[in-house]
């Protein structure tokens, strides 16, 4: 658990660009532009940028009137509890009474009772046995009922049978905001029918750079489609501000996700930094908040990124100062997934920093929580936290759940349409998901007019995404990146073939499922379905936007020779370079990931039974595609004359656009791995800074000759040039990181399969008394680590040796070498003096570590 939650600590490092340990804050924090303005009870200037705005909830004064009575009837071990939220997976019933817990989440992949296949009464009562504890009185403290929130983020996706809309990329396609609040209305039906009262969606992401794994969690690149949608969601899901049934009845409380600028960051990086002006940040990536805001949302959740250099986690100016002052958010902002950790002088089990900037609930996933718990009780009743905060975040939290009906509402077992198996992948559901499927696809070539095709062909369907639901559904489909799943793990949903079959088979047609696109008897017409496999965040980062489907393309020109015309359905979470795949289509049409309800492509592409068009295309872009694989941002007023596709693109069967030859010419450089790659050679060579994370979790940049930190100091040193060398003192007074990272990723698998090795000379002057990691890093759970304790113990004292480890086991054991952001770091807890020079990457190199 200690490796894992360094790792973790290394990779928010690399994602903030090392910036987050420097002491200067922001430029946003101390500027008083003309103009600005000091929210009240804050001593900071507000930039006029932003603008002011009010809840669409109005505060209700008999709602504070309960909330002071609440509050002075609480202790603060009852307050720190409320502002802890645990997972099913780490923590019981009884831990949620005896710690007064006031929140629980499932995360991705995680089930009541570790099953799977849970049903809907299995959800209902374990939500029951957290209730029932959180209501229990017989320590004499008050009865706080306890909220569960769900990543429900394209339908209620954790649970099997749910319906499963379109990922937002998609939707946003569809340019139907008002199809969002049915959406967010059939969504919330599934999710209440299982206990569980909040949901982390939508997310408001405005992405700049399609590189980023979450990309199809946004619904454009432009911020004013994103501010039309997000406000249509909340309400779809909460119910509209000032309703009978604003947070009853069907409805969930909403979360706006994730505050601010996720999709902003450099060079596309998950967790990574948004290095842009407060203009940009507001113009760019604060839009949805607004609608979101206006529309009530409850809950915001910060995000794991950082504004030039500061963790979101710990942005007191941007929680408190904007979010809650000049934009009148007045329910309380949640955490993601232990991301205090990353604050600067925070811990996964400490981060009071967090707390005084204004997060009003930690998400503290693993078992670890109680510690936090423990600390965070601490800093309260020292004053590390003030009483007024500790209030305001309790007083925050306790408004969301009165308002919603929490206190009242009695156990999930007794709350209307609780274990209502009829609203799970309900028939009304599926009507909205598949409408939203039609309206959603773009077709980008439909040469000769081969589409819409007639129903009664003999019809030939392939390729590995054609009868795939799993890979239809894409990431955070029942598990956490969508992998793992088979069709029989979505009942009642159509696959695009099952889709196309019912269809054809209706109308006197065949219609023949061959993956391999491999037939008995010559097809009318081959349809085609390939594309991305899930993923989600961290996991989904790419270093370029090449699709690297060489198969999916030697099928297509296979049938191509035959004289057999194809019709390419591609599914994607994101714009990717398939110029080669859309000249060996005659028909081209993204389908993104469409969900549990395939059937919705079927009844776009193939006519009606009187041979007219049935549905058409409607679908247009909100991201521009690339005219090469490079990772060039292409977005609107931004390198626009590279797209292939500008955002908007969109044939519909009124076109008559006949689409020449399209270059395949990807442009990317591709490295023969045969020159050495120097990380660092007398200094740190672009695109790499050294940088130290020291024993108490700060981080910083080392430009310094020496510089000294809580448990590690660093020198510059002589062996053959001036300062040409690095050494490195640890103290064994805690864990310590030192190390070359860069905020941009370099492609390092070339050197696979050449006897590529990372390769640096060390001088060790006083042996390890731990054990030392050596690590290369290409982001959140993206690394690995090979031990190099016995190495440096035996080393000869004072005496220079070359060291090379073996590539290839590093690239085993879990780091992906195209995507690179620290070549080289070096931790321990332990005491060690070593001295490093000349750290570089070569091939043809015998290796003197490998794994195994």
């Not at 204004?358 to 600390?375: H, I, Q, R, T």
């Amino acid at each position: 658990m200690k490796k894992r939650i360094l790792l973790g600590i290394i990779s928010g490092l690399i994602a903030g660009g090392g910036l987050a340990g420097c002491t200067e804050q922001n430029g946003a924090q101390k500027m008083t532009a003309e103009g600005s303005s000091k929210t009240a009870g804050s001593n900071a200037e507000v930039s006029a940028h932003w603008p002011q705005l009010a809840s669409g909830i109005a505060k209700d004064p008999a709602v504070e009137a309960r909330i002071d009575a609440l509050l002075a009837k609480m202790s603060t071990e009852e307050k720190v509890g409320q502002m802890i939220q645990v997972e099913i997976r780490s923590a019981t019933p009884e831990d949620v009474k005896q710690y007064h817990i006031g929140s629980i989440l499932n995360g991705g992949g995680a089930f009541p009772y570790d099953n799977k296949h849970a049903s809907v009464a299995d959800w209902v009562a374990l939500a029951d046995e957290y209730y029932n504890a959180s209501m229990d009185t017989s320590d004499g403290g008050v009865a706080i009922p306890m909220i569960w929130g769900t990543d429900a983020v394209h339908g209620h996706n954790n649970v099997i049978g749910a319906t499963l809309f379109p990922h937002n990329i998609a939707l946003g396609a569809a340019h139907n905001p008002a199809l969002l609040g049915k959406i967010g209305a059939a969504t919330a039906a599934e999710v209440k029918a299982t206990g569980i009262d909040w949901v982390f969606a939508p997310t408001l992401a405005v992405v700049r750079d399609d590189r980023w794994g979450r990309t199809y969690e946004s619904y454009s690149e432009d911020p004013d489609l994103v501010r039309a949608y997000g406000g249509e969601m909340v309400e779809g899901m909460q119910g509209a501000a000032g309703s009978e049934d604003l947070l009853q009845g069907k409805h969930v409380i909403a979360t706006a996700k994730h505050y601010l600028a996720d999709g902003g960051t450099l060079n596309g990086i998950d967790r990574g930094d948004a290095m842009i002006s407060e203009e940009e940040l507001v113009r760019l990536h604060a839009q949805g908040y607004f609608s979101a805001i206006e529309s009530g949302v409850q809950t915001v959740m910060a995000s794991f990124s950082s504004w030039n250099g500061e963790k979101m986690h710990g942005h007191k100016y941007l929680m408190t100062d904007v979010l809650k002052g000049r934009l009148g958010f007045d329910g309380f902002i949640v955490g993601d997934w232990a991301g205090h950790q990353f604050v600067n002088g925070c811990s996964n089990v400490s981060c009071p920093q967090s707390v005084n900037a204004g997060l009003d609930m930690f998400m503290a996933p693993d078992p670890s929580w109680k510690e936090l718990y423990k600390n965070t009780l601490a800093q309260a009743k020292n004053g590390e936290i003030s009483a007024a905060r500790l209030d305001d975040a309790v007083r925050r939290i306790l408004r969301v759940k009165i308002r919603a009906g929490l206190f009242e509402a009695g156990a999930p077992s007794a709350r209307a349409f609780a274990a209502d198996e009829s609203l799970i992948g309900a028939p009304e559901h599926r009507a909205i998901a598949r409408q939203a499927v039609r309206e959603s696809l773009v077709l980008l070539k439909n040469n000769d007019q081969l589409l819409p095709l007639a129903r009664n062909q003999r019809v030939l369907v392939a390729g590995d995404g054609a009868d795939n639901i799993g890979k239809q559904a894409g990431g955070w489909s029942i598990t956490w990146q969508g992998t793992g799943n088979q069709n029989s793990d979505f009942p009642g949903a159509t696959s695009v073939y099952g889709g196309i079959a019912n269809i054809v088979q209706a109308a006197g047609g065949t219609a023949e499922l061959s993956v391999d696109g491999s037939f008995e008897q010559k097809p009318d017409v081959a349809i085609v379905v390939f594309g991305e496999d899930p993923y989600a965040e961290m996991q989904g980062d790419i270093s370029n936007l090449q699709y690297k489907g060489a198969g999916d393309l030697a099928l297509l020109n296979n049938l191509r020779e035959q004289g057999i015309p194809v019709v390419s359905l591609f599914i994607t979470g994101r714009p990717l370079w398939v110029n080669p795949h859309i000249n060996a289509s005659d028909a081209f049409a993204v389908i993104w990931q469409p969900g549990t309800e395939g059937a919705g492509v079927a009844d776009v592409i193939f006519r009606n039974a009187d041979g007219e068009v049935n549905h058409d295309f409607k679908g247009k872009l909100t991201f521009s595609w690339p005219n090469d694989a490079q990772p060039t941002v292409r977005n609107p007023g931004e390198n626009e004359a590279l797209a292939q596709f500008n955002f908007g693109y969109g044939l519909n069967y009124g076109s008559s656009v006949q689409l020449a030859a399209l270059s395949e010419q990807s442009g990317l450089k591709i490295s023969d791995g045969k020159q050495a790659l120097a990380v660092f050679n007398g200094r740190a060579l672009d695109p790499w800074s050294f940088q130290v994370m020291d024993a108490t979790n700060n981080l910083s940049v080392i430009s310094s000759s020496v510089a000294k930190l809580a448990g590690i100091s660093v020198q510059s040193v002589d062996r053959n040039v001036q300062e040409d060398s690095r050494r490195l003192q640890w103290n064994g007074e805690g864990n310590a990181m030192a190390g070359f990272f860069a905020n941009s990723r370099t492609d390092l698998s070339s050197y696979l399969g050449k006897q590529g090795a990372l390769v640096f000379d060390v001088k060790v002057d006083a042996a390890p008394s731990d054990a030392v990691s050596l690590g290369m890093n290409c982001g959140m759970d993206c690394g690995a680590e090979q031990s190099i304790t016995e190495l440096l113990k035996g080393a000869a004292p004072g005496e220079w040796k070359t060291v090379a480890v073996d590539l290839q086991c590093l690239a085993d054991a879990g780091a992906k070498l195209d995507m690179v952001l620290s070549p080289f770091y070096v931790r321990t807890a332990g005491a060690l003096d070593m001295t490093v020079h000349n750290i570089h990457i070569a091939s043809k190199t015998v290796a003197d570590i490998h794994c195994g």
